[in-house]
């Protein structure tokens, strides 16, 4: 008999969409058949959730948790996806998104998050009776965490549709031992900005190389077209470079509440007034759907078509 690894159980649930402990099942059956597996899970009742697995799932809920540690805390968002945003109102999702936000906090990514126990069962498990039961494609998609040893994790949902759910989470990790209610006011102030702003990285030390090349390419290529001359082309580039790494780095950036102050010179203020250091360690930004290619052309009545079909 075939040995039945770990890699060969997460190939099958990935073709299929049915729970890890019914693929390991399925290949046990099939001695390590990966084609027989499918058709033994279809031929059991599965063949609903692997074959919604096909079609492309770009809307659903951003959810967050967080946990108080101490004197720190840890924070975790989600992307969990489903086909339409009329599933993003049903309860059964909802409360779903929120449970394996949970789960998140203990998880750092994907696989160990649809891994994880939950009611009995796996995160995965749990998906996949989602997927039988309201009638779409649906998955976890990204997972993100932070956490700090002293201070707060401050977190916001916005276009919020219940508690903790919504369009986009911001995850702003504090460290600081100031009063933590203070703390969270400023983290969620500058959750909202960075909602409004999406900046690409926390300071100019951890901003890609790989933006600011493609930004310098862009930006040369303009100049060159604009006639300017070629030996002033790198201190133009040079200075527009700079300007972009203000307009992109969260710190560098006027706070959308009071442009006349960055976001750099708020913290600053802000310690000052509560007599503490703080420093802002890290964020998240995670907006639903981003990256995913949609299917473009179809209209409502063909849409619903062609789920009454599947």
Known sequence: MAEITAALVKELREKSGVGMMDCKKALQENDGDITASIDWLRAKGLSKAAKKAERVAAEGLIAVATRHEGAGESAAVIEFNAETDFVARNELFQDAANKIAIVALDH?????????????????????????TIGENMHVRRVSTLSVSQGVVASYVHNAVAGNLGKIGVLVAIESAADH??????????????????????????????????????????????????????????????????????????????????????????????????????????????????????????????????
Do not use: C, W, Y
Request: proline fraction near 5%; charged fraction near 30%; glycine fraction near 6%.
């Open 108 to 132: 750092a990514d994907v696989d160990a998050v649809n891994a994880a126990p939950l009611d009995g069962a796996s995160v995965q498990d749990l998906v996949t009776n989602l997927v039988a």
């Open 181 to 310: 209610a203070k703390l969270r006011e400023l983290g969620r102030k500058i959750a909202m900005h960075i909602a409004a702003t999406s900046p690409l990285s926390l300071d100019e030390s951890d901003l890609d190389p790989a933006a600011i090349e493609k930004e310098r390419a862009v930006l040369t290529e303009k100049a060159k077209e604009d006639g300017r001359p070629e030996n002033m082309i790198e201190k133009i580039v040079s200075g527009q470079i700079a300007k972009f790494q203000k307009e992109v780095v969260l710190t560098k950036q006027p706070f959308v509440m009071n442009p006349d102050q960055t976001i750099e010179q708020l913290v600053a203020d802000t310690a000052k007034e509560l007599g503490s250091p703080i420093k802002l360690a890290a964020f998240v930004r995670m907006g639903l759907g981003e990256g995913v290619e949609k299917p473009v052309g179809m209209d409502f009545a063909e849409e619903v078509a062609s789920m009454t079909k599947a």
